[in-house]
Each structure stands twice: as structure tokens, then as C-alpha cells.
């Protein structure tokens, strides 16, 4: 296992999170999306995640909308 720590901001607020994962290198359209799901994963926010065969750059632009912004891997 892998451990990452990103920060960002969520609405302007700054936050961090630390994620343990198998892979060995975490891109930062990847970090993105699992601040996504972290904060907006739930059944009735589902319509809010970008689709399966997004982007990078969707991804991350999904995420602003979203307010999440400045994520930075640590």
C-alpha cells in the first residue's frame, strides 16, 4: 500500500486528505476524482461524478465545479 496525502480546498476551505492505495503513482485527475467520491459519493449525488470515460482534463474541471480547487499531492 501506497500512501498519499492531498490538499486542496473544498469551497474555498482548505482541507486534506490522506488516501492509501495499491498503485504505485497518483496522478492528480486521479486525486481529484477521489476527493469526489470522498466528499460527493453518496447514492443521491451520483449525477455529480463524471462519466466513466472522462478526461483528465473533464475530471478536473468536473472538480472545480464542485469546489474543489488548488489540489496539490503532498
Known sequence: MH???VRYL???Q???HTFELKQNALALHEAALHLM???FG???NSLVM???DATPQQI???AEVLGLSQIQLA
Open 3 to 5: 500512501t498519499y496525502t
Open 60 to 62: 478536473l474541471a468536473q
Open 14 to 16: 482548505p482541507a486534506s
Open 10 to 12: 473544498l469551497n474555498g
Open 42 to 44: 453518496d447514492g443521491e
Open 50 to 52: 463524471p462519466p466513466a
Open 37 to 39: 467520491v470522498l466528499h
